[in-house]
Structures are given as structure tokens and as C-alpha cells.
């Protein structure tokens, strides 16, 4: 999977911002952007929507998630749900099949249905989102559950928490960790200690925020729906942090101390 990709969240919820929205998502693959992550939740599925307007003639060159809500989690919601969104993305397979928080239907019942949409070359791998240490134990635990090959999670600067034990742990089964809202919802960008270390080292906060993700090995996914933000973000895949900077980093966010649940949005 690339290091960076495109969130969509709050895409499709209007008519008069579509166009944007698809312009900067085609910005995003003009850039080099090849994974665009997406929900059968955001918009209502519009988000699903402007995702395949975008990707005309781009599907090929691009790696794309999306997430089944957990009311969709059963055995016949999870293909159903599927289906549905094959059908808004106007394509024929997801390259990454998430379920978006653990609800009620139990998880071996979800993953069998992931493996079937699978076997059917209906999604080419599964995996799961907002899972803490104890649910990805008991996914491990489970029959094929060690086919899971993500775990998307809130992940950025002034957030954390994952790296006490959930990285480790999912790195150590090969599950990749995707860092959503790595600015914060935009919040972390206005942080006075970020801007200093951008200033000094001639990048923005939001390239540092992104380049200190991609340090820590992780795909982290910003949305951006202003082209201007869109190009910004693409130049923070070349910006390397020295030590130096890094440890500037830590001093102003520091890691976790001691084990926290997982924080969530
Ligand atoms: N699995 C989950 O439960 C979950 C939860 C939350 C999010 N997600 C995924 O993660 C993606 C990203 O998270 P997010 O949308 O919550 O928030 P985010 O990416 O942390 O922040 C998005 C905000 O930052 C702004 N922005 C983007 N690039 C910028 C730049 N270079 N300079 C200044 N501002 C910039 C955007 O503005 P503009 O849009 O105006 O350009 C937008 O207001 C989502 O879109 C979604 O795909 C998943």
C-alpha cells in the first residue's frame, strides 16, 4: 500500500461542492496519490459517488478502501453492503474492504463473509478500523483472522496513544496501521510548536504532521478538498526529518507514557 493516500470524508454531502471535491481528488492522482480512502457512511454513499467521477479512466493506477458500517457486519449485509458500493464506485473490486467499528454481529461472522467476497474476487484483501489491542487479540484469535491486513485508526501529532502497544502489535501480524485525521480534522495545523519546526526546516505544518507519519511507517490518508491543499500535501512525501527534528517533535508532542483506549472520532 502507498505511504499517502486521499480521505473523503464529508465528500458528497453537497451538490454545489461535488465539482471541488472531484477536482481535488483528480488533482490527488494527477500527484501521485494512488490510494483513495472512502465509507458506504460518508455522504450517505455520495462519497462513494464522487470517488468513481474522479477516478475515470484512473481506476488502474489507484488502490481503493472502503468500509462496511457494523449494522452491515452479517453474513449477507457485509455482501449486500458490498455490492452496493462496487456499484456507487463503478468498479468491479475494492483493493481494501474495512469494517468500520466492531457493533454487535460477531466478528467471526464478518470475517467469513470477507473471505468470501474474496474467494470471489469481489475485494482483494479485508480488514478492520478503530480496533483497539484487545479486539485485534481477538480477531488474531479467530479462523482466518489472521488474514486481516489493516487496521485503520486514529493516528496523528497530538494523538498517540497507538504507540504503546496497538502498533507493535499489529506490526508484528503484518495488519498495516492507516492513520486517520492526521491533521486533526485540521485542528492540529494551528498547533504553535508544529509551525515553528515547519518554519525552521522551509515546510508547512501539514507536511511535517504527514512526513513524521510516513516516518513512523504508517499510511496516513488527509482529506483535502481545495486543490491548494491537495499539492501541498503530495510534497510531503519527499520531506525527510532529520533526528534533530524529530526529537524537536517528540518534546512538543510527546508519546504516551502508559496505556490509554484507544481514542476514537
Ligand atoms: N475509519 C474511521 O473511523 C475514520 C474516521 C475519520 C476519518 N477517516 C478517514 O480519514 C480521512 C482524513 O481524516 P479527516 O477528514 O477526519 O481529517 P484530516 O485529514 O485530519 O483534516 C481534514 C481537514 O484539513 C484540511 N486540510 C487538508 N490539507 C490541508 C493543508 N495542506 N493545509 C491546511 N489545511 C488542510 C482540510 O481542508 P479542505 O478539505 O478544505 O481542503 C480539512 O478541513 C477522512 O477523510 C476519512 O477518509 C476515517
Keep these: 500500500m502507498p505511504a499517502l493516500g486521499l480521505g473523503t470524508w464529508h465528500m458528497g454531502e453537497s451538490a454545489s461542492r461535488r465539482r471541488h471535491e472531484v477536482a481535488a481528488l483528480r488533482a490527488g492522482l494527477a500527484r501521485g496519490f494512488t490510494l483513495i480512502d472512502t465509507a458506504e457512511m460518508y455522504g450517505d454513499g455520495g462519497a462513494e459517488e464522487v470517488v468513481a467521477e474522479a477516478l475515470d479512466g484512473a481506476r488502474d493506477r489507484c488502490f481503493v478502501v472502503s468500509k462496511v458500517l457494523p449494522q452491515h457486519a452479517s453474513a449477507r449485509g457485509v455482501v449486500a453492503a458490498c455490492e452496493r458500493s462496487l456499484a456507487r464506485l463503478r468498479i468491479d473490486r475494492l483493493d481494501l474492504y474495512l469494517l468500520h467499528w466492531r ?8 470475517i467469513g463473509a470477507f473471505e468470501g467476497l474474496r474467494r470471489e ?33 486514529l493516528y496523528h501529532l497530538g494523538e498517540r496513544g497507538i504507540e504503546w502497544a496497538l502498533a507493535d502489535l499489529c506490526g508484528r501480524h503484518g495488519i498495516a496501521i492507516i492513520a486517520y485525521s492526521p491533521f486533526d480534522e485540521g485542528r492540529l495545523l494551528a498547533h504553535r510548536a508544529l509551525a515553528s519546526i515547519a518554519a ?15 516516518a513512523r511507517n504508517v499510511i496516513a490518508i488527509p ?26 517533535i517528540d518534546d512538543a508532542f510527546p508519546p504516551p507514557s502508559h496505556a490509554t483506549p484507544l481514542a476514537v472520532i
Aim: charged share 20%.
Design 103 to 110: 457493533g454487535h454481529i460477531p466478528l467471526a461472522e464478518t
Design 121 to 153: 474476487g469481489r475485494i482483494l484483501r479485508w480488514g478492520v478500523s478503530n480496533f483497539d489491542t484487545g479486539d485485534v487479540e481477538e480477531l488474531l484469535a479467530l479462523p482466518d483472522g489472521r488474514h486481516c491486513a489493516a487496521n485503520q485508526v
Design 200 to 214: 525552521r526546516i522551509h515546510a508547512t505544518p501539514a507536511q511535517v504532521a504527514l512526513a513524521w507519519l510516513i
Design 223 to 248: 482529506k483535502a478538498a481545495k486543490v491548494r491543499h491537495v499539492d501541498e500535501n503530495a510534497a510531503a512525501a519527499a520531506l525527510q526529518l532529520s533526528d534533530a527534528t524529530l526529537a524537536e
